[in-house]
């Protein structure tokens, strides 16, 4: 499993959509438009079959990094709770 798999199976089971996704990688720290989203979440015709005609997809298909999966989880933990603010004496 790859980290775009976790990213469409953590999609669909939390039901979150394009523009939410969107909003999570913002939050993280990651600037990205909703296209770049839908191209990260579709998924790739490698991982449905074991064909070689990659050559005409790899234009269309958008990868995630370990940086960007980081990010987005990072993001979604701050959009479900809210920024905490560093208490008195804290880093």
Excluded: H
């Excluded at 920024?83 to 804290?90: I, R, S, T």
Aim: hydrophobic share 30%; net charge negative.
């Amino acid at each position: 499993m790859n980290n775009k798999d976790i990213l469409i199976r953590l999609r669909y089971a939390l039901d979150i959509k394009d523009e939410d996704m969107k909003e999570i990688f913002e939050l993280g720290g990651v600037k990205i438009t909703k296209e770049e989203v839908q191209k990260i979440l579709t998924k790739s015709k490698e991982s449905e079959d074991n064909d070689t005609d990659r050559e005409e997809d790899d234009a269309e298909d958008q990868e995630c990094t370990n940086l960007m999966l980081e990010s987005f989880l990072n993001g979604f933990i701050i959009f479900n709770r809210g920024k905490q603010d560093p208490k008195l004496g804290e880093p």
